[in-house]
């Protein structure tokens, strides 16, 4: 029995990822040693802002993390609503008496403008941001599932890169992997984590309807 879903936030609930790196790149070029690309800051994620920021910028990373949450609000435009049909999903877990959760990488000052630009601000039971140091997801799951008291087998977090499936291996619980995001990869999701690659919300939420 499924008594709590976990979401991620970025290239789960919505599309935001090239927001975030864009954001980012123009952030921190200005107090980069060297160009900021894209995959620079690919390698940086699983951590919040600060972390991510730090990991390229080795001095006034403080003024580009400012630098940062004003890009990051401006650009916002590029990623204006949550995916379709992710509310319904949502709601339709919560008629089931569901607790839903949300753990993400980011920070709690982006994940704060990102949930009110989406109108989700009152979505999530709880809300598990992540850490500059290192990924903290699945630390985060073993949290809730006590705060909750929730059994791992009553547990799943439904995110969309193959660190979440890494996260939950981790914390004993299963992993939804999801590919409906652009920048998704749906074969190295199908590598880590075969039985539970969801292509499309229908998909996913015909499996909590079994």
Same mark, same amino acid.
């Given at each position: 029995?499924?008594?709590?879903?976990?979401?991620?936030?970025?290239?789960?609930?919505?599309?935001?990822?090239?927001?975030?790196?864009?954001?980012?790149?123009?952030?921190?070029?200005?107090?980069?040693?060297?160009?900021?690309?894209?995959?620079?800051?690919?390698?940086?994620?699983? $951590?919040?802002?600060?972390?991510?920021? *730090? +990991?390229?910028?080795?001095?006034?990373?403080?003024? /580009?993390?400012? @630098?940062?949450?004003?890009?990051?609000?401006?650009?916002?435009?590029?990623?204006?609503?949550?995916?379709?049909?992710?509310?319904?999903?949502?709601?339709?877990?919560?008629?089931?008496?569901?607790?839903?959760?949300?753990?993400?990488?980011?920070?709690?000052?982006?994940?704060?403008?990102?949930?009110?630009?989406?109108?989700?601000?009152?979505?999530?039971?709880?809300?598990?941001?992540?850490?500059?140091?290192?990924?903290?997801?699945?630390?985060?799951?073993?949290? $809730?599932?006590?705060?909750?008291?929730? *059994? +791992?087998?009553?547990?799943?977090?439904?995110?969309? /890169?193959?660190? @979440?499936?890494?996260?939950?291996?981790?914390?004993?619980?299963?992993?939804?992997?999801?590919?409906?995001?652009?920048?998704?990869?749906?074969?190295?999701?199908?590598?880590?984590?075969?039985?539970?690659?969801?292509?499309?919300?229908?998909?996913?939420?015909?499996?909590?309807?079994?």
């Amino acid at each position: 029995m499924v008594k709590m879903v976990a979401f991620d936030l970025d290239g789960t609930l919505c599309d935001s990822i090239p927001m975030c790196i864009e954001a980012i790149c123009q952030a921190v070029s200005p107090y980069a040693d060297h160009e900021i690309t894209e995959k620079d800051v690919l390698e940086t994620f699983g $951590l919040n802002e600060i972390g991510m920021i *730090k +990991a390229v910028v080795n001095q006034n990373w403080e003024q /580009a993390l400012q @630098d940062f949450y004003q890009y990051y609000d401006k650009l916002h435009h590029m990623c204006p609503e949550p995916f379709p049909g992710i509310c319904e999903l949502i709601d339709f877990l919560k008629e089931k008496h569901i607790i839903v959760a949300l753990i993400t990488g980011k920070g709690e000052k982006s994940c704060d403008i990102t949930l009110k630009k989406l109108g989700l601000n009152y979505t999530f039971v709880e809300i598990v941001t992540g850490s500059e140091k290192s990924p903290n997801k699945a630390e985060a799951i073993l949290y $809730l599932m006590q705060k909750y008291a929730v *059994k +791992a087998d009553e547990f799943y977090y439904v995110g969309d /890169a193959v660190s @979440d499936a890494v996260a939950c291996n981790k914390a004993g619980v299963t992993c939804l992997s999801i590919a409906w995001a652009k920048l998704s990869n749906s074969s190295k999701l199908r590598e880590i984590n075969p039985s539970y690659v969801f292509e499309t919300i229908t998909e996913l939420k015909t499996f909590f309807i079994r």
